[in-house]
T-cell receptor, first 114, second 115 residues
Framework: AQSVSQHNHHVILSEAASLELGCNYSYGGTVNLFWYVQYPGQHLQLLLKYFSGDPLVKGIKGFEAEFIKSKFSFNLRKPSVQWSDTAEYFCAVNARGATNKLIFGTGTLLAVQP | SAVISQKPSRDICQRGTSLTIQCQVDSQVTMMFWYRQQPGQSLTLIATANQGSEATYESGFVIDKFPISRPNLTFSTLTVSNMSPEDSSIYLC????????????FGPGTRLTVL
């Protein structure tokens, strides 16, 4: 069965610090990969996605993620975080061709201190 | 993307009662889903809401507990039946726009507390 692991449950950073949130998945086939973000009081929003092609994908607000197939990883990065990046971040996976079932990680709560 | 609204945004209910949650999309979509996010946990797919036929439920979820209606391509309801405190969760609907490449967009969620 597919599963998604997010290693960091709670991350606290100061503004301008660099961010990397880990995401690993287990699935033997081809996958689509997503990062969603939920800002305080707001609904879940798509941050970025990877389907194929360049394994380094860029999303909104300066975020990027790199798909490393050999490591089954899709880590999220941002070189310099801002207070407004305080949110919960979810990694999600679905098997290519099975678009109805998104498997989510448990989420990482990021708090950025001004 | 798609603009998705849900009603109610939150509710507090008594044990043994039922609550129906509505999901409205601003455009016609074929694929619509219902998820649950229990406190401190991740999102779990409950079912796919199929227009014109019965919903497709994931393992661990049954129609008697979570009946779903999908009368047209812009609207769906999820009912949480005979509620217990364990049903306290956020319930979200999501859609895949018909013109979008396999990406799900989520509604704002309904925060349900069962006493």
């Amino acid at each position: 069965a597919q599963s998604v692991s997010q290693h960091n449950h709670h991350v606290i950073l100061s503004e301008a610090a660099s961010l990397e949130l880990g995401c690993n998945y287990s699935y033997g086939g081809t996958v689509n990969l997503f990062w969603y973000v939920q800002y305080p009081g707001q609904h879940l929003q798509l941050l970025l996605k990877y389907f194929s092609g360049d394994p380094l994908v860029k999303g909104i607000k300066g975020f990027e993620a790199e798909f490393i197939k050999s490591k089954f990883s899709f880590n999220l990065r941002k070189p310099s975080v801002q207070w407004s990046d305080t949110a919960e971040y979810f990694c999600a996976v679905n098997a290519r061709g099975a678009t109805n079932k998104l498997i989510f990680g448990t989420g990482t709560l990021l708090a950025v201190q001004p | 993307s798609a603009v998705i609204s849900q009603k109610p945004s939150r509710d507090i209910c008594q044990r043994g009662t039922s609550l129906t949650i509505q999901c409205q999309v601003d455009s016609q979509v074929t694929m619509m889903f219902w998820y649950r996010q229990q406190p401190g946990q991740s999102l779990t797919l409950i079912a796919t809401a199929n227009q014109g036929s019965e919903a497709t439920y994931e393992s661990g979820f049954v129609i008697d507990k979570f009946p779903i209606s999908r009368p047209n391509l812009t609207f769906s309801t999820l009912t949480v039946s005979n509620m217990s405190p364990e049903d306290s969760s956020i319930y979200l609907c999501s859609v895949i726009p018909d013109r979008g490449p396999d990406t799900q967009y989520f509604g704002p969620g309904t925060r349900l507390t069962v006493l």
